[in-house]
């Protein structure tokens, strides 16, 4: 053989191996595209459910937090004046901030059975006291900041006071009797609370704590109560009634904010009792600004029975609780009795949470 044919042969030899080698590559590329594109195809395919994976995840996060923060906020609300404790939750996607002035109450109750005293807003500075049978002779106004006393004349007409008490917060009223007796008492506060904003795909999920109620809106949709403010009303095996309310007001500067590790520190303001006692003419107003259909469903779940019973014309025999004047509730609320003794307490925590 030539030397020419021999390079010829080897040349062609070079040749196939070159060919086969590319050929290789082809390959491994055309099965790297294909595994991408399989991948990518269950990719989209599972995507949706992956977003509700995370969505969930995240709402079951802000739920827990939800719980463990209302724990805590009742442990400090028991707690003495100024103390309190620090805990550290995770907070990934969520975040925290106040939610300033969201409810008002009024309450008021007489504490004899022989009077019967209606307290009238007349402006920012006068009251106008109306006592049915004329025993009122004190008053005593009280702020979170300051305190006015001031004595009564007798008389069967509404009489006028002119305070120099102040607040934004609450306010305290009691009236008094000749021997110095607690005749009746209203109290006006407003109550702040917090708001835990969750990120899903949807938008913002919101779980508000106000009152030791529970509020939550999920994206595009509407607000819904999942948890009433703490009232109960009983009827004891002694054939006696018992009405009891905890007010709880979280105050908080700001936005507590978001991160892996937050610090939160729950400190008590002090407890106060405010009504406690044999009571009659019991009432009591709410009314919820965090949106227009947070108080229908609180006036909605009280007047059940109420609304059941009127139903069945049976209203003369009914013991819960019953609206104040207009049916609907928005005069506020009383309690049908039938003329049994009821035992009435009303509890006010107050905390303060920061970072």
Same mark, same amino acid.
């Given at each position: 053989?030539?030397?020419?044919?021999?390079?010829?042969?080897?040349?062609?030899?070079?040749?196939?191996?070159?060919?086969?080698?590319?050929?290789?590559?082809?390959?491994?590329?055309? @099965?790297?595209?294909?595994? *991408?594109?399989?991948? $990518? =195809?269950?990719?989209? %395919?599972?995507?949706?459910?992956?977003?509700?994976?995370?969505?969930?995840?995240?709402?079951n996060?802000?739920?827990?937090?939800?719980?463990?923060?209302?724990?805590?906020?009742?442990?400090?609300? &028991?707690?003495?004046?100024?103390?309190?404790?620090?805990?550290?939750?995770?907070?990934?996607?969520?975040?925290?901030?106040?939610?300033?002035?969201?409810?008002?109450?009024y309450?008021?109750?007489?504490?004899?059975?022989?009077?019967?005293?209606?307290?009238?807003?007349?402006? #920012?500075?006068? /009251?106008?006291?109306?006592?049915?049978?004329?025993?009122?002779?004190?008053?005593?106004?009280?702020?979170e900041?300051?305190?006015?006393?001031?004595?009564?004349?007798?008389?069967? +007409?509404?009489? %006028?006071?002119t305070?120099?008490v102040?607040?934004s917060?609450?306010?305290?009223?009691?009236?008094? =009797?000749?021997?110095?007796?607690?005749?009746?008492?209203? %109290?006006?506060?407003? /109550?702040?609370?917090?708001?835990? +904003?969750t990120?899903?795909?949807? #938008?913002?999920?919101?779980?508000?704590?106000m &009152?030791?109620?529970?509020?939550?809106?999920?994206?595009?949709?509407?607000?819904?109560?999942?948890?009433?403010?703490? *009232?109960?009303?009983?009827?004891?095996?002694?054939?006696?009634?018992?009405l009891? /309310? @905890?007010l709880?007001?979280i105050?908080? &500067?700001?936005?507590?904010?978001?991160?892996?590790?937050? $610090?939160?520190?729950?400190?008590s303001?002090?407890?106060?009792?405010?009504?406690?006692?044999?009571s009659?003419?019991?009432?009591f107003?709410?009314?919820?600004?965090l949106h227009?259909?947070?108080?229908? !469903?609180?006036?909605?779940?009280?007047?059940?029975?109420?609304?059941?019973?009127?139903?069945? =014309?049976?209203l003369?025999? %009914?013991?819960?609780?019953?609206?104040? !004047?207009?049916?609907? #509730?928005?005069? =506020?609320?009383?309690?049908?009795?039938?003329?049994?003794?009821?035992?009435?307490?009303?509890?006010? !925590?107050?905390?303060?949470?920061?970072?």
């Amino acid at each position: 053989m030539s030397v020419n044919n021999h390079a010829e042969v080897i040349s062609r030899r070079q040749s196939k191996q070159d060919e086969r080698a590319v050929s290789e590559v082809l390959g491994v590329v055309m @099965l790297l595209a294909m595994v *991408i594109t399989i991948m $990518g =195809g269950v990719w989209i %395919f599972l995507n949706p459910y992956l977003s509700d994976f995370e969505d969930n995840t995240n709402w079951n996060s802000a739920s827990g937090i939800a719980d463990r923060i209302e724990d805590r906020v009742e442990v400090a609300g &028991n707690a003495p004046d100024g103390t309190g404790f620090r805990n550290t939750l995770a907070m990934q996607s969520t975040s925290i901030r106040s939610v300033q002035n969201v409810e008002h109450w009024y309450i008021a109750a007489d504490f004899t059975p022989t009077e019967s005293i209606t307290l009238r807003t007349v402006n #920012g500075t006068t /009251l106008a006291v109306l006592a049915a049978n004329e025993s009122a002779r004190s008053i005593t106004i009280q702020s979170e900041t300051n305190e006015f006393t001031s004595t009564l004349i007798a008389s069967h +007409q509404e009489v %006028f006071v002119t305070h120099n008490v102040s607040s934004s917060h609450w306010m305290m009223v009691s009236i008094y =009797g000749e021997q110095g007796q607690l005749l009746h008492r209203s %109290f006006d506060i407003t /109550l702040s609370g917090l708001q835990i +904003q969750t990120s899903l795909g949807q #938008g913002e999920h919101q779980i508000v704590l106000m &009152n030791n109620a529970r509020a939550e809106r999920f994206p595009n949709g509407a607000w819904d109560v999942t948890t009433m403010p703490m *009232i109960e009303f009983d009827r004891m095996a002694n054939n006696e009634l018992r009405l009891s /309310l @905890l007010l709880t007001d979280i105050v908080s &500067n700001g936005s507590i904010g978001t991160g892996s590790n937050i $610090g939160m520190e729950f400190i008590s303001q002090g407890p106060m009792t405010l009504f406690s006692g044999p009571s009659y003419n019991v009432r009591f107003l709410v009314t919820n600004v965090l949106h227009d259909v947070i108080t229908p !469903q609180y006036h909605e779940t009280w007047l059940a029975d109420y609304t059941i019973q009127r139903s069945a =014309g049976t209203l003369d025999t %009914f013991i819960g609780f019953s609206p104040y !004047q207009r049916a609907s #509730g928005a005069d =506020g609320f009383s309690i049908s009795s039938q003329e049994l003794p009821l035992y009435f307490e009303v509890d006010l !925590q107050r905390i303060e949470v920061s970072r």
